[in-house]
């Protein structure tokens, strides 16, 4: 009966270990391989009449994007509306997988504006959008992936697949989107602020501990 009770409490102890692995999610980036990024890899895009440092700010590892809605475009000669963003070089791509990380705050009154895109389709000029609305961030219009997001920090994860045309995304470690991109195309990761349709006045984001991954 002892070595009954012995066996029954230890096959019960590894049921349990099994089931509390089981509920663990796996993390956005396993499987994943970290590429390696530097300030090199950060183009500044903003208000091609405006001083970087009245948009732009780098500081103790925060990047601070501002943009106004009577803002330039970031060139002379573009149609496109205004945005202070970060264009990430050296790692374009037009087929793998591939991962963007990164942690954002936006403080109240931000809306009418895209913070983070997968650039590039093959009949869109982009293949994802994530955009903030009235304290909710969105994928383009919807659905909405995060409520009551202002004045907080959320870790900010984008799968892109070109070969599957595929788009997830993550919010602190929780899917949020699974769906259909745009094709394929010459792509690249921005992060910002972007105006969109309803802008208010003053948009601002703020992005810290930047990373890009490659499943091989």
Same mark, same amino acid.
């Given at each position: 009966? &002892?070595?009954?009770?012995?066996? $029954? !409490?230890?096959?019960?102890?590894?049921?349990?270990?099994?089931?509390?692995?089981?509920?663990?999610?796996? #993390?956005?980036?396993?499987?994943?391989?970290?590429?390696?990024?530097?300030?090199?890899?950060?183009? /500044?895009?903003?208000?091609?009449?405006?001083? !970087?440092?009245?948009?732009?700010?780098?500081?103790?590892? /925060? $990047?601070?994007?501002?943009? @106004?809605? =009577? #803002?330039?475009?970031?060139?002379? =000669?573009?149609?496109?509306?205004?945005?202070?963003?970060?264009?990430? =070089?050296? @790692?374009?791509?037009?087929?793998?997988?591939? !991962?963007?990380?990164?942690? *954002?705050?936006?403080?109240?009154?931000?809306?009418?504006?895209?913070?983070?895109?997968? *650039? %590039?389709?093959?009949?869109?000029?982009?293949?994802? !959008?994530?955009? /903030? @609305?009235?304290?909710?961030?969105?994928?383009?219009?919807?659905? =909405?992936?995060?409520?009551?997001?202002?004045?907080?920090?959320?870790?900010?994860?984008?799968? $892109?697949?070109?070969?599957?045309?595929? /788009?997830?995304?993550?919010?602190? %470690?929780?899917?949020?989107?699974?769906?259909?991109?745009?094709?394929?195309?010459? $792509?690249?990761?921005?992060?910002? &602020?972007?105006?969109?349709?309803?802008?208010?006045?003053?948009?601002?984001?703020?992005?810290? #501990?930047?990373?890009? *991954?490659?499943? @091989?």
């Amino acid at each position: 009966m &002892v070595y009954q009770s012995i066996f $029954h !409490q230890t096959f019960l102890s590894f049921l349990l270990c099994i089931t509390t692995l089981s509920l663990v999610a796996s #993390d956005p980036t396993d499987g994943f391989t970290r590429l390696q990024l530097s300030s090199s890899n950060f183009q /500044v895009q903003r208000p091609y009449d405006v001083p !970087q440092d009245q948009r732009y700010t780098f500081s103790n590892g /925060v $990047h601070r994007f501002i943009v @106004y809605n =009577t #803002d330039k475009p970031h060139t002379s =000669t573009s149609q496109t509306k205004p945005r202070t963003e970060i264009r990430i =070089t050296g @790692y374009d791509y037009t087929s793998g997988v591939w !991962q963007f990380e990164g942690y *954002f705050y936006v403080p109240s009154g931000t809306t009418g504006v895209c913070i983070q895109q997968v *650039f %590039g389709g093959a009949t869109h000029a982009t293949t994802s !959008q994530s955009r /903030v @609305y009235s304290g909710s961030l969105t994928h383009y219009l919807s659905p =909405t992936l995060e409520q009551n997001i202002y004045n907080k920090w959320y870790r900010f994860n984008v799968i $892109h697949d070109v070969g599957a045309n595929n /788009v997830k995304i993550f919010i602190n %470690g929780v899917q949020k989107f699974n769906g259909n991109g745009r094709g394929a195309g010459l $792509h690249y990761f921005k992060f910002g &602020v972007y105006a969109q349709d309803g802008a208010s006045y003053r948009m601002e984001s703020q992005w810290r #501990d930047i990373k890009l *991954f490659r499943r @091989y």
